[in-house]
């Protein structure tokens, strides 16, 4: 039996906006173990160039991701949805090893079971190089400031 999440479909503008902001919080918390609750049990991924499949393969997906990218932040934002479908755009900010900044942008289509789990994502992503004083994400690490402006505010 699957544990209900709240939010549930078919979603609404307002549902959908609050599906998004709660996937944004759980992504900057960096925490793979708190992630994965929000993913069936057999999830399916593509994520650029993987395709994780279940929520182990998930979380090994997640700890490799944030032990190469640091400082990590992300902000989402709604793009679309329909019944149990959400379509996000987003971008998030980190740098590597060496200390390179990168601003990576991309798309994800989501699809919910009738618990609120997502069972299917799929991520297109694009990394653009910055410098450090190109960034916009400069909140404390952890979920962004209700105060903080979004991706259209942005001008991203």
């Known amino acids: 039996m699957s544990t209900q999440k709240p939010l549930l479909p078919p ?5 959908a906006i609050k599906k998004v902001r709660k996937a944004e919080d759980a992504w900057n918390s960096r ?14 991924w593509r994520n650029r160039s993987e395709f994780p499949k279940g929520r182990d393969e998930v979380r090994s997906f997640l700890q490799k991701k ?3 990218e640091f400082d990590y932040r992300l ?3 709604l793009w679309a949805f329909n019944d149990n479908r959400i379509a996000v ?29 997502m069972q299917r994502r799929f991520a297109s992503i694009n990394d653009l190089e910055i410098d450090a004083t190109e ?9 962004r ?8 505010e942005l001008a991203l």
Request: proline share 7%.
């Open 89 to 117: 755009r987003f971008a998030y900010e980190w740098h590597d090893i060496d200390e390179q900044w990168y601003r990576s942008y991309g798309n994800e289509n989501w699809e919910f079971d009738q618990n609120g789990l």
């Open 11 to 15: 979603f609404n503008r307002e549902s």
């Open 135 to 143: 960034r916009f994400f400069h909140w404390p690490l952890g979920p």
């Open 31 to 44: 925490d793979p173990d708190r992630v994965v609750q929000v993913y069936t049990e057999d999830t399916i």
């Open 66 to 68: 944030w032990q190469q």
């Open 75 to 77: 902000i989402k934002e």
């Open 145 to 152: 400031p209700l105060e903080h402006p979004g991706l259209s």
